[in-house]
Nanobody, 127 residues
Framework: QVHVVESGGGLVQAGGSLRLSCTAS????????MGWYRQAPEKERELVAN???????KYVDSVKGRFTISRDAAKNMVYLQMNSLRPEDTAVYYC?????????????????????WGQGTLVTVSS
């Protein structure tokens, strides 16, 4: 199985910064696109930013110019640098990854496309 685990959330004052990290591990054959989503109380989960294997990035309009997504392909990690945080950025942030898993069983190799989510890390921005 493939797993992703986030870290780096916490409490910060408005205008401050946080850096989120996400590590993918498990039966990984290949990692594809990775990204960050967030869900605020009583709101739907939304895409914050994602990054492809070639490094192309996409951001939701509300974070453009403040957040930066990056990845370390060798470590199967993705980061989200969040600057100039606002109270409306308060949410649980989830890491998402697309991957191909490889499982070997009795000399038989099985490859499977998977999408995995982390358990989330809480970011709270106080005013």
């Amino acid at each position: 199985q493939v797993h992703v685990v986030e870290s780096g959330g916490g409490l910060v004052q408005a205008g401050g910064s946080l850096r989120l990290s996400c590590t993918a591990s498990g039966t990984i054959f290949k990692i594809g696109g990775m990204g960050w989503y967030r869900q605020a109380p009583e709101k739907e989960r939304e895409l914050v930013a994602n990054i492809t294997t070639s490094g192309s990035t996409k951001y939701v309009d509300s974070v453009k110019g403040r957040f930066t997504i990056s990845r370390d392909a060798a470590k199967n990690m993705v980061y989200l640098q969040m600057n100039s945080l606002r109270p409306e950025d308060t949410a649980v942030y989830y890491c998402h990854a697309e991957a191909v898993s490889r499982v070997v069983d009795s000399s038989k190799e099985t490859y499977r496309y998977v999408e995995v989510w982390g358990q989330g890390t809480l970011v709270t921005v106080s005013s």
